[in-house]
């Protein structure tokens, strides 16, 4: 059964950088499409990123473009997400997530990956 862990959220000041790491288990992360949601309180689930099974491919929800960059180590089964010139908007939960339709780039819903972790919290402070 596939399973996804996230680590690296921390508090950080406005402008900081960070890097959160996610490892999947009980699978190869070759199968998979590999990307980054978040949730801040009262609001829906927000698409950040998608990174395509090789890497090839890269797409950003518009929030994030020019600051956040992901990335993947397939032969260590990890995703990162670095994160850049932080905004206190930045501040949620963020859950990594795969998607066995690897190859495809734009896929923005939720609903679209069947696997998911169990959130790590970025909280940016001002």
């Known amino acids: 059964q596939v399973k996804l862990s996230e680590s690296g959220g921390t508090l950080v000041h406005i402008g900081d950088s960070t890097r959160l790491s996610c490892v999947l288990s009980g699978g190869t992360i070759r199968d998979f499409a590999m990307g980054w949601f978040r949730q801040s309180p009262g609001k829906e689930r927000e698409f950040v990123a998608r990174i395509t099974e090789s890497g090839g491919s890269r797409h950003y929800g518009d929030s994030v473009k020019g600051r956040f960059t992901i990335s993947r180590d397939n032969a260590k089964d990890t995703v990162y997400l670095e994160m850049n010139n932080l905004k206190t908007e930045d501040t949620a939960d963020y859950y990594c997530?795969?998607?066995?339709?690897?190859?495809?780039?734009?896929?923005?819903?939720?609903?679209?990956?069947?696997?998911w972790g169990q959130g790590t919290r970025v909280t940016v402070s001002s």
């Open positions: 997530v795969a998607d066995p339709k690897k190859s495809f780039v734009f896929r923005e819903s939720p609903a679209q990956y069947p696997y």
